[in-house]
């Protein structure tokens, strides 16, 4: 496997209120090649492993929860603060260092890697620009690297909202435009499906946004390409018990997605003895290399949110003979996070 680590990040509500970040070895997700299938377990209980790096940010303490976390492709994370500060966490060299000022801090974002150290964090419910030059609103920017001579350090550059939010109301929430799942495609565009809009996609090189069709993209939140197989690898949009495959290569501009390449079923979760059904808070996709993926998900046991646990199940996906696809279920690790801490970001 390429990726040496899953990283979470869950919100602890202590005193400060801070966010907590872990790491998870992938290796335990994968049985050995020579173990036979019927020897394969469900699911697993493991402990959850110890924070490596705990980030706190002053202020008021309701104010201290919003912080957005988001991972390069580099493996270097980045977190931004309710007051707009950022900061870059090299989890190798276990430093950290800031970064420029956010021109708007943002809650509930999406983020897409773009190159080595590019990033693009939107609002999930973004809105049109606003506000004036002391105080910008702007709910898409890129962390992009800027050389100067013999010189170089990073800059948020604001871009413009997809075009629904041209003429959407200007207060959070209030838009009518919430992003229902979006996609990287190559080093050159990002395709963002807006619920009840349609999908569009967004030039990295030109940073201009057109349509790609009234067609909504099939899978929630963000899909993953896997270049080994060519295909991208998401939670289908109509169960989130599915994992399934598209092909959006040739997407970005005028066709929607054609269906499903493969699809695997079996990645719900039983309930725990005398807990009721959990419901699961949000599913992510980790592209681990080498044709290898973490299917993470994140759970709320009650209706009062008080207890959460995480859940990481390993997912090979293998070309057979005659060039067919399929997806082989590994292991499944079930990790709790008490009353007190709730799981908030996967990178």
Known sequence: MIRRFVYM????????????????????????????????????????????????????????????????????????????????????AHTVRTLPNITMPKVWTMSVPIGDEDVYLMEMTPRRDGGSDEKPERSFEALVRRREGNGEDYFWRPLPPPPPCANAPKYFHGSGVMVSGYAAVGDSHILVSTMSHGTYAFDTAAAAWSKAGDWGLPFRGRAVHVPEHGLWFGISDADDTLLAAWDLSSSPITQPPPPPSLQS???????????PMPVVDVSHVVNLGDGKLCVAKLFTVDDRGLYSFAMLTGVEVVRRHGGKICVIKHKSRRYSFGEDKTPAFVL
């Open 9 to 92: 990040v869950d919100l602890c509500l202590g005193d400060p209120i801070s966010h907590r970040l872990r790491r998870f070895n992938p290796s335990h997700l994968f049985y050995p090649k020579d173990m036979p299938p019927g020897d394969r377990a469900t699911v697993e209980d493991a402990r959850l492993p110890p924070p490596i790096m705990t980030f706190c940010s002053p202020g008021p303490r309701a104010s201290s929860v919003s912080m957005e976390f988001m991972r390069r492709n580099d493996g270097k994370i980045v977190g931004v603060d309710h007051t707009g500060r950022s900061i870059l966490y090299d989890d190798d």
């Open 265 to 275: 079923m079996g990645l719900s979760i039983p309930s725990w003895d005398g807990l």
